[in-house]
């Protein structure tokens, strides 16, 4: 029995590498993705810690080279989500009553196999499934989920150490018990960090999970549960399931024990999810906990004082870095007519020498989108670009599928600030730039806050710095994650919480305590050490 306070090994981030030729790290990623091609894997799902088969066998393929097999998944029916829960419900009791420091060392020790010989595993599957290359799936894959296991434990014992006070002859407590029933987290398909973190933050906090990936992560999302048995984590506390999301959404928020919902997708998926929650409330034995990161439409805002170098390459890097296949990517920009001249000479020069191809060959800076459905979506918003007279294509515009789904890095220039491509969600490396008068900067702020339903990511790029509190104060409301002279992606847990509001989400910071306290419930204990003996009050005693 444990008799003492513990304290946590301090978090630190974990360093990422740089994959530089000839390097150590390169060799060992290059020979892990040889060898994942040479194996193709067959995978089961996984609930109440049981490999579960179902013959009915669907075929995984890397996006960048769609004739090749990297593998097959059993996709599951009804009766499996039925299962997955059962699972769930049945390993809650010893999982929740497990002492807090002992579930803490399971992920500590799940950040340090990642850390070490997991490493070249899960990058070299981001990179295959997902057409990450290495720089992308190290500061993911690897580096991310890392730091989500290990700040999560401090957030943890942060959350668990803060108590209420206490008057004389009383002792309160606050106890941080884990939701009643199961939860039920859907991952998306571009951050192996952000499906590894939705399922295993709300684990932590004594929580036992049914988790849904996309189709397209399921190589990814293997690794990460065989990664989890070797680490410790007992059978059924997450249970892994490859269904269609209409069935699994039918049985789960019908449940009476569905306690929470931790989604990272698109807006619209989750609206729905939401109104399905909503119209199945009366039949929840607790109100669910809601948690959802969803779409963007991010935004860089160049002020006429901003250096057109610093500018340009944030939009290089933020734009088109995984392909613009990040929640967070710069997808508009606003540049100053007084130095659009000098971005653009820049911007076009950078993405000219931009290679594209596989991810095996480490020079390639873009790779393939993520499949068909994306592919086509993209490549019919540069089709009308292209048809339309309201904008000029500065760069790019060329689309090909026929071995990867491959799209050339694109460069928009609108006329209209309100035009689609300066308004609407694309997810693919496409950026459209408005070029506004250079002495219209005030009005061009509250044009970037109207402009989209989404609040997720934007930046500001100046060295005026009254033009950077002028921007802070306009566009309050329109980022959950503000950026000043940096692009707008890259968040780093415990640094930079990322979360966003409006239509981009709940804003439950992921990276940060604010995130775990979403996966508890509060219990106040007051004990009385010497109670009262009788009702009457001193009041009372008047004649």
């Not at 014992?157 to 029933?181: C, D, F, H, K, M």
């Not at 934007?458 to 950077?468: E, H, K, P």
């Not at 940096?486 to 989400?505: E, I, L, M, N, Y």
Request: net charge negative; with cysteine; aromatic share 10%.
């Amino acid at each position: 029995m444990a008799n003492a306070i513990f304290e946590v090994p301090i978090a630190v981030n974990e360093p990422v590498k740089s994959y530089a030729p000839d390097s150590e790290e390169t060799k060992l990623q290059k020979a892990a993705l040889k060898n994942l091609k040479a194996n193709p894997v067959e995978i089961p799902m996984y609930i109440g810690g049981k490999e579960v088969t179902t013959g009915n066998l669907q075929s995984i393929h890397p996006p960048h080279e769609h004739g090749f097999t990297l593998g097959q998944y059993h996709y599951g029916e009804a009766n499996h989500v039925e299962a997955a829960i059962e699972a769930a419900l049945a390993a809650k009791p010893a999982w929740e009553n497990m002492p807090w420091q002992d579930r803490a060392a399971i992920f500590l020790k799940a950040a340090e196999l990642l850390a070490g010989p997991y490493r070249p595993i899960l990058n070299g599957a981001a990179m295959l499934c997902q057409s990450k290359n290495a720089y992308q799936a190290e500061i993911d894959a690897a580096c991310e989920l890392i730091d989500f296991w290990r700040f999560n434990v401090e957030f943890m014992n942060e959350i668990y150490t803060e108590q209420p006070q206490s008057a004389a002859g009383v002792w309160n407590r606050t106890e941080y018990r884990p939701l009643e029933g199961f939860c039920f987290a859907i991952s998306p398909f571009n951050f192996t960090a952000i499906a590894g973190n939705l399922c295993t933050s709300m684990a932590m906090m004594g929580n036992t999970v049914v988790w849904k990936c996309a189709n397209s992560t399921v190589y990814s999302a293997h690794f990460i549960m065989q990664l989890l048995k070797q680490a410790g984590l007992p059978d059924g506390v997450i249970n892994l399931i490859y269904v269609d999301g209409p069935v699994a959404g039918d049985i789960i928020f019908k449940h009476p024990q569905f306690a929470g919902l931790h989604f990272t997708g698109s807006t619209g998926v989750f609206n729905h999810l939401w109104k399905t929650i909503g119209n199945n409330i009366s039949n929840y034995k607790s109100y669910p906990r809601i948690v959802g990161e969803t779409g963007g439409k991010d935004f860089v805002v160049a002020h006429p004082s901003a250096n057109p170098t610093v500018t340009a390459v944030a939009l290089a890097r933020g734009a088109f870095e995984y392909q613009g296949q990040k929640c967070s990517a710069a997808s508009r920009a606003y540049i100053p007519s007084n130095i659009w001249e000098a971005v653009k000479e820049k911007l076009l020069t950078d993405v000219a020498s931009f290679k594209m191809g596989t991810t095996e060959d480490f020079s390639n800076f873009i790779n393939a989108v993520i499949d068909e459905t994306a592919f086509d979506k993209i490549a019919a918003y540069i089709e009308q670009a292209k048809n339309d007279d309201h904008v000029d294509i500065l760069c790019g515009g060329n689309c090909d599928k026929s071995k990867g789904y491959f799209i050339e890095p694109t460069i928009i220039v609108a006329k209209d600030p309100k035009y689609t491509t300066m308004c609407e969600e694309i997810f693919g490396p496409v950026l459209t730039v408005y070029v506004y008068d250079e002495n219209d900067f005030e009005n061009t702020l509250d044009i970037v806050n109207e402009t989209s339903p989404y609040a997720l990511t934007g930046s500001i790029i100046a060295t005026d710095r009254q033009a950077i509190l002028l921007a802070q104060h306009k566009l309050k409301h329109a980022a959950g994650n503000f950026y000043i002279n940096d692009k707008p992606t890259g968040a780093v847990v415990g640094q930079q919480p990322f979360g966003g509001a409006r239509a981009s989400g709940t804003n439950d910071k992921a990276g940060s305590k604010l995130n775990l306290l979403r996966w508890v419930s509060a219990q106040t204990i007051k004990e009385t050490f010497n109670p009262p003996t009788d009702y009457r009050y001193p009041f009372l005693g008047e004649d």
